[in-house]
């Protein structure tokens, strides 16, 4: 089963593939330089934008509990020494 993340970046992905079509036939109806146009082209940045953000903020959490996990690790194997030890 997917992650809530895993999905919403999925959908995003969809979002900006649909956004990429209505911008190319827009361009090729109205013109490259249309309101209509930049306007999607500018949707479109926002939609990548966003993909972008979450995909590192996802990379962060990850490493994030990574790194907290690795910290939990040695907190707890060090006290284990101290008490083997009487430290």
Do not use: P, W
């Not at 089963?1 to 593939?17: F, V």
């Not at 309101?35 to 990548?48: A, F, G, P, V, W």
Request: glycine share 2%; charged share 30%; aromatic share 10%.
């Amino acid at each position: 089963m997917r992650s809530t993340a895993s999905k919403q970046l999925t959908k995003l992905l969809e979002e900006i593939n649909r956004k990429r079509e209505m911008m190319i036939s827009t361009a090729f109806a109205t013109g490259f330089t249309s309101e209509d146009t930049i306007k999607c082209s500018q949707e479109l940045d926002e939609l990548i934008n966003q993909y972008q953000h979450q995909k590192v903020f996802e990379k962060n959490k990850r490493q994030y509990r990574t790194f907290l996990q690795t910290i939990t690790f040695l907190s707890i194997r060090n006290l284990k020494l101290s008490n083997k030890y009487k430290l």
